[in-house]
């Protein structure tokens, strides 16, 4: 007897893997629908028809399931499938000819791009219902295709032998589509009452909402009523008083904005009075010229006057993705990832073109006189506006999970509420938004398989930094608006009290001099009160005289009778006033104490502000110390580490060799800190003479070991015409420190995008000059306009203090720091030049 042939091992499937795949990747009924719609889209369908039953029979709705309760219908007009495509991709899991297509570039004969590639629609189908039949034909077929599916089927056994119902039906004309039929409603109660209404506003979410064009329409029914999807109309978003725009052109980010005069008004009734009074009289042009002025410290370059009518100003801003710090790169080559090697020339990793729209409103207070048709009380739109609240991401047309959707706030405006450059920024309750990309030009942003955001990636991290980009445009300007609004008011405040352009001094011994003025008046005020008292009694006493007098001359008795009755009137009013004045004059003797306080809390104020100046310096340095103490720490770690894999067996010369490492890492900490000592608080009051070409040299040795980690050279080179100083060394450190920390910023990113080869720090000086530049690509034009102003930068995360304290700590020291003109061979300024005119040792 031959020997027994045994079967080969092999992988086997269970049933059950589609509900979990059904389970995990589709996570409620909208997803699930919406899988379905996404089919129509990809299949060219002009329109997709969606119908939902709770309650009724399927009925002659359905082959083999009639007497299924609740069903819901998806019907579209699309190309359809044959025989083949059923097999091959609508019945084989996972499959999908759509994957092939967006990675070939391909697109539908319509010129669409598969929104859909990971063959999730039928088997999200079984969060809606326990069956699921469709019937589809194509145009040029004769033959209508039949497929029905129980998902019970599927709870046990291997996959390949689960039920599949199966007919094929002629048909007579040549129309194409799908009908797809979802019975036995696995949660009917989702669709009734008040969940019908919270599932029917997030499907409005998810269905492109806003007023322009669709991809295709959308139509649903629920127990036989119509229900219209959420539409946000122009003349809805036009009543926002800021308006943003932004687009992404695969290389440049543009970022526009407008301004109603309302985007000042805060709903107060002083704020109303106030803005009255400055910006509706005049459209806001006296306000406009404030703000862009040169001298004004609040100056906003960027805004523009709008002469349309409702608007007051708008601006423009643009940066390119090149130019942003911490964007990412990849390897370049076919399909690049994180995994390309060291020695691979780098790119970066670009998200493909996008663009969108922010509009920000106010909750009260809002224009609704072109809404009466829609609103007809304030309350109505906020509630509205509450529905329709976020920044949505849409991927043709259809909306991506979670951004923007149940409160996501995914660009974190809600953040920065509180924080300085951010307090007048955009808030998340009180902005509608998109996002709009495209499944051919961002085919980099892939979804996530649970459809829960993008796979994270090179690309979708530069998709995310480009857009809080956008935001910190919008809220920069926001800023400048508002704040420099605020400044005006109170500049025209003292105009009005005729105490404008005087300073804060000015103003203290205005304060003094009245109280002056009032103790010199009390006291004759007290006399004129005493000697009108008097004169009273006298003309009351006359009074009395006249009426006892003879009625010989009565005209003249009755005139002289009215005259002092009058003349008693204005003396007990004078009186009276006095009465008033008397506790005022009291009041106001106290302003010249008043003036005293409010001096030493000036003064106080002012020693704050530089010592905050310093204080943010020093962070500036103490985090450059913590940055390098990490970079000992871990390299002490990792020699330790080694030390460890040579005691065993124990060796003398690696213990000798890690206690030499250890003394030379705690020498490093002790110059490090040195470094900081100058800086400290004990230190900065003490003012040094400094010799500019030892103290850049001394800055030279400090930083070389950090610099050559980075590839980055400093020099301190010619022309160098040494000069003194007298400044406090701590103070001087800080503010190159600030200088040098951003041009290894700059250089390390410039090298690692392989936009230089080499790159150096240089130093020259010519008394009472030092200019300071480096070999990068030098200053983003979108900044080198207001690089000294606070909350400026181009930095990812960045605060944009650096070199705002490095100006304000040489301006009290009676110096300037500046950007020449001068540009680089990228057309950029580059050198900053440091006037020591105010500092110079005698």
């Not at 709008?306 to 100003?313: H, L, R, S, T």
């Not at 003036?595 to 943010?616: G, K, W």
Request: proline share 4%; hydrophobic share 40%.
């Amino acid at each position: 007897m031959g020997p027994s042939k045994e079967r080969q091992p092999r992988f086997e499937i269970d049933a059950r893997v589609v509900y979990q795949l059904g389970e995990e990747l589709i996570s409620d009924e909208v997803q699930a629908l919406l899988e379905l719609i996404k089919n129509s889209y990809d299949a060219d369908a002009d329109y997709a028809n969606i119908t939902v039953v709770t309650r009724e029979l399927a009925g002659d709705n359905s082959l083999h399931f009639p007497k299924s309760v609740g069903y819901i219908i998806v019907e579209d007009d699309g190309v359809g499938m044959d025989r083949d495509e059923i097999e091959t991709a609508w019945l084989t899991i996972s499959a999908s000819p759509k994957r092939q297509m967006k990675a070939e570039g391909r697109t539908t004969a319509k010129g669409r791009t598969p929104v859909g590639d990971k063959g999730l629609g039928r088997l999200g189908s079984q969060r809606l219902g326990r069956n699921i039949e469709m019937w589809t034909t194509k145009a040029e077929s004769r033959t209508e295709w039949y497929v029905g599916i129980d998902w019970g089927d599927f709870a046990a056994g291997v996959l390949s032998e689960a039920p599949v119902r199966w007919k094929a039906t002629g048909k007579r004309d040549h129309r194409s589509g799908t009908r797809i039929i979802v019975s036995d409603l696995r949660s009917p109660q989702e669709w009734e009452g008040k969940a019908q209404d919270r599932l029917v506003r997030k499907l409005s979410e998810i269905i492109f909402p806003f007023g322009e064009v669709r991809p295709f329409e959308v139509y649903v029914s629920i127990n036989g009523r119509r229900v219209e999807l959420e539409r946000i109309t122009e003349a809805i978003l036009d009543v926002a008083p800021m308006q943003f725009r932004f687009r992404f052109d695969g290389d440049t980010l543009s970022t526009t904005g407008r301004y109603r005069p309302t985007a000042l008004l805060e709903p107060t009734r002083h704020a109303r009075s106030q803005f009255q009074r400055l910006i509706q009289q005049d459209r806001g042009a006296g306000f406009y010229s404030y703000l862009v002025g040169k001298d004004n410290r609040r100056a906003a370059p960027v805004l523009e006057w709008d002469d349309e009518p409702g608007w007051f100003a708008s601006f423009s801003q643009e940066y390119s993705l090149n130019d942003l710090g911490e964007v990412e790169l990849v390897g370049t080559g076919e399909l690049r990832d994180e995994r390309a090697g060291d020695d691979s020339a780098q790119e970066i990793a670009n998200p493909g073109p996008f663009h969108g729209r922010i509009h920000s409103f106010g909750y009260r207070g809002a224009d609704l006189s072109g809404l009466e048709w829609v609103f007809d009380k304030q309350a109505e739109f906020s509630l509205f506006l509450g529905r329709i609240a976020g920044i949505r991401v849409f991927r043709d047309g259809f909306g991506m999970r979670p951004f923007g959707i149940d409160g996501n706030d995914w660009l974190d405006l809600g953040s920065g509420w509180t924080s300085a450059p951010s307090f007048y920024g955009l808030r998340p309750r009180n902005v509608v938004g998109y996002v709009a990309l495209s499944a051919e030009r961002n085919r980099r942003l892939q979804e996530a398989t649970d459809r829960e955001g993008f796979v994270e990636s090179p690309y979708s991290r530069n998709f995310l930094l480009l857009m809080r980009q956008v935001v910190k445009s919008i809220n920069d300007t926001n800023t400048r608006l508002r704040r420099g609004y605020n400044e005006y008011a109170k500049m025209r405040a003292q105009e009005e009290l005729g105490i404008a352009g005087e300073s804060t001094d000015e103003v203290v011994a205005e304060m003094r001099r009245a109280s002056r003025a009032v103790q010199r008046l009390e006291p004759r005020v007290t006399e004129s009160r005493t000697g009108l008292d008097a004169l009273s009694s006298e003309v009351t006493s006359l009074q009395n005289v006249v009426a006892r007098a003879p009625a010989r001359q009565k005209r003249e008795q009755e005139a002289a009778t009215r005259a002092l009755g009058e003349i008693d009137a204005a003396l007990r009013r004078a009186t009276g006033l006095l009465a008033e004045i008397e506790p005022v004059l009291a009041d106001a003797k106290r302003l010249g104490n008043m003036a005293d306080i409010l001096q030493a809390d000036l003064t106080l104020l002012r020693d704050q502000i530089v010592q905050f100046s310093e204080l943010a310096g020093l962070g500036l340095t103490a985090e450059a110390l913590s940055h390098e103490i990490s970079i000992i720490a871990d390299r002490l770690a990792a020699r330790t580490r080694a030390l460890l894999k040579e005691l065993d067996p124990p060796v003398d010369p690696g213990v000798v060799a890690f206690t030499e490492h250890v003394h030379t890492a705690v020498g490093r900490l002790r110059k490090q800190l040195r470094h900081l000592d100058p800086s400290m608080r004990y230190a900065r009051e003490k003012h040094d003479r400094i010799t500019l070409r030892a103290f850049f040299d001394d800055l030279r040795d400090f930083y070389s070991d950090r610099f050559a980690r980075k590839n980055i050279k400093m020099i301190v080179g010619e022309p160098f015409q040494d000069f003194a100083i007298t400044m406090n060394r701590g103070k001087l450190t800080q503010i190159v420190d600030n200088i040098l920390l951003n041009a290894e910023y700059w250089l390390s990113e410039d090298l690692r995008k392989q936009a230089i080869s080499e790159a150096s720090i240089i130093v020259r000086a010519k008394a009472p000059m030092v200019e300071i530049y480096d070999t990068g690509r030098g200053v983003s034009p979108s900044v080198e306009h207001h690089l000294f102003e606070p909350f400026v930068t181009t930095k990812p995360g960045g605060r944009g203090l650096g070199l705002f304290i490095a100006r304000q700590l040489l301006d009290s020291s009676g110096c300037v720091i500046s950007l020449l003109p001068d540009r680089n061979e990228f057309n950029r300024r580059y050198i900053f030049r440091i006037d020591f005119t105010g500092a110079l040792h005698d």
